[in-house]
């Protein structure tokens, strides 16, 4: 007998399904799953990342034929006008598909009206011809105003790089993006923004549109931002600062392609830093790509606590080795998580030292990518600060910071990964066989060639026979154990299977 489900529970199911092309499935099943997927559904049509391949991209497209089957009269005779066929595109649609899109992807839209704008009219304009440009453009106008119209909300809004065939040197496009919140409704619409994803897009587009959101959104929780200028520097810093609960901020600084800018190609991001720590009440996760600072000019006062972040990623952000900055890591007191990455040499070590300081046994998860060594001082630095840690990441270690790190009493330590860099695999694997932590679940090593009584006796040392159900341990082969054509003999499936751990190699 079927057992029926209720729509409140099939809601609720479908919600947790984030692919369209899984939604699409549900259509078909009964008329009732049909009704319940489509506001799910159409809230995610205009957000799906990852790559599609031009069969799947021309059936994403398809989403603007419906939205025009749902304009008013007046805007079906202007796109009419401009030589659009909607015979395919019949009034009066099934459901409101509008009202359900709460997460808007400008750059989605933009490619899917580029689509579309060619295969209803391209065949009769060249393709280099700007009058498909111009009709596009029209095209996303009037989307965009029926979207504003009909939806009550807007939870999520991505701007990225937008379609070639928006753009152009003959094209003022300006109103194309920048003018959207100045749609009747929309300040309304964009009210209850949560999440604001923003990539580098030229000043004059997202100028007007910072400027807008500025004046309306104070209370986004999410926001992933890129600048490459010190305009869109100045923009974004009274974004983030009118916000009253931000939650989570990611930062990327992309002026290195702007050799303009400072001598380094760098814009000096000292005032964004007391942006930050504006929001030091709300924020629980931070990440800086590349972001610089220089003279921070006298300001290095205690600021108090950042009482909620948890989360910390830093990549490759110049001038945080000086000293001057070390009152901001010493506010970070509450820190869990630490993700450092640095490709060159002059990584800010005094500055994660202070860090780890801090933190203290809060600090649960270390990750650190340090070009090219870690120095002895940050080593020390955990093993003597960071003793409740969970989950480690580090490379380039010796044989004897491995043995030094097991032997440090790292009694919640769930998971170590880390790359060796010395010669003998084997010893590796019997030193560490002498005093592995029993919490040790997920071992993730970077070695060369082992053999199988090393790889037992680390074992032994980890667990009784048939015991490791719940270890795991990921070998990923060095350049030379690959040339040699490294693989797993008999003897190795043989011990594995005799503890039982799990074992995987890359």
């Not at 009152?327 to 070590?349: E, G, I, N, V």
Request: include cysteine.
């Amino acid at each position: 007998m079927a057992i029926k489900i209720s729509a409140e529970l099939l809601i609720m199911i479908l919600n947790y399904v984030q692919l369209t092309q899984d939604l699409y499935s549900s259509l078909f099943v009964s008329r009732i799953w049909c009704k319940v997927t489509i506001p799910i559904l159409w809230k995610l049509i205009l957000v799906q990342e990852g790559y599609m391949n031009h069969k799947e991209l021309r059936k994403k497209a398809l989403c603007i034929r419906t939205y025009i089957s749902c304009m008013d009269s007046q805007s079906r005779a202007l796109l009419i006008q401009c030589g659009f066929d909607l015979s395919s595109s019949p009034p009066q649609a099934t459901f409101d598909y509008p009202s359900f899109t709460h997460k808007f992807r400008i750059d989605n839209l933009a490619y899917f009206i580029s689509i579309y704008s060619q295969e209803i009219i391209g065949s009769n304009h060249d393709d280099n011809d700007i009058s498909i440009t111009a009709e596009s453009r029209i095209l996303f106008r009037e989307i965009c105003k029926l979207l504003i119209n009909r939806c009550t909300f807007l939870d999520s809004f991505k701007l990225g790089e937008v379609h070639e065939n928006f753009s152009g040197n003959n094209c003022n496009y300006n109103d194309l993006i920048g003018s959207i919140l100045e749609l009747p409704g929309a300040p309304k619409v964009f009210k209850r923004l949560e999440t604001f994803v923003s990539a580098t897009i030229k000043d004059e587009i997202i100028g007007p549109l910072y400027k807008s959101l500025t004046l309306i959104c104070d209370n986004i929780l999410n926001m992933d931002l890129e600048f490459n200028s010190d305009s869109q520097l100045q923009l974004l810093e009274k974004f983030i600062s009118v916000q009253k609960r931000l939650e989570n901020l990611s930062i990327i600084d992309n002026g290195y392609k702007n050799l303009s800018i400072l001598d380094n190609g760098y814009t000096n991001c000292n005032s964004l830093l007391w942006v930050i720590i504006s929001q030091k009440e709300t924020l629980k996760s931070l990440r800086l790509n590349s972001v610089s600072f220089y003279n921070l000019e006298g300001k290095s006062s205690p600021i108090g606590q950042f009482t909620s972040l948890k989360e910390l990623y830093i990549e490759n952000c110049y001038g945080l080795y000086n000293s001057d900055y070390l009152f901001f890591a010493s506010s970070l007191t509450q820190l869990s998580s630490l993700h450092l990455r640095y490709l060159y040499y002059m990584y800010p070590q005094e500055f994660i030292i202070k860090i780890f300081e801090t933190a203290n046994t809060n600090l649960k998860n270390i990750c650190l990518e340090l070009y090219r060594i870690i120095s002895n001082d940050i080593f020390s630095a955990i093993l003597s600060y960071c003793t409740k840690i969970t989950e480690l990441t580090l490379l380039d270690l010796s044989l004897e910071q491995v043995i030094a790190i097991f032997n440090n009493n790292f009694n919640e330590l769930r998971r170590f990964s880390f790359d060796y860099n010395g010669l003998d695999a084997n010893e590796l694997l019997c030193q560490m066989a002498e005093s592995v932590p029993k919490s040790l679940e997920t071992i993730e090593i970077r070695m060369g060639i082992f053999n199988a009584d090393s790889l037992r006796k680390f074992f032994e040392g980890w667990c009784c026979k048939g015991g490791g159900g719940n270890k795991k341990i990921i070998v990923k082969r060095t350049r030379v154990s690959r040339k040699k054509l490294f693989a797993l003999s008999d003897e190795h499936f043989k011990v594995i299977e005799e503890y039982g751990i799990q074992f995987d190699i890359k």
